[in-house]
């Protein structure tokens, strides 16, 4: 679908990632049929694509600013939850420890959770 991204954007509706259109590989991705008329509207905020794979992920084409995140208009965004898999349930979370896990003791400094 994309090949790198410029930032992740958090906004009133949770965390997005942000391309450019450069970073978008449009052969793998469409606009379903229920969209197509967003194309034709000056109001739309965004146009609908998805991905060609089973997986249907849902990108946004920017189309208007919101008020509730920091959106560009000529950018295309996508929600980490759209490219989560049940194999990796933390594929953007922080490598934060597992409380159930028995942690070492502080250690000394040279770790990125040495605090």
Known sequence: MAR???RIVIGGRGP??????EQIVEE?????EHALHKLE?????Y??????DDCFVKLY????EVSYADYKVGMWYISPEEVKTDEVDELFLPPYPDPEVPQ????DGDSL???
């Open 4 to 6: 790198g991204y410029t």
């Open 16 to 21: 997005y990632i942000e391309f450019d259109s």
């Open 28 to 32: 793998n991705i469409y606009i379903p």
């Open 41 to 45: 509207s000056n109001f739309s905020y």
């Open 47 to 52: 146009h609908e694509y998805r991905s060609k």
């Open 61 to 64: 084409d920017q189309k208007m």
């Open 104 to 107: 070492e003791d502080e250690g």
């Open 113 to 115: 959770f040495d605090l």
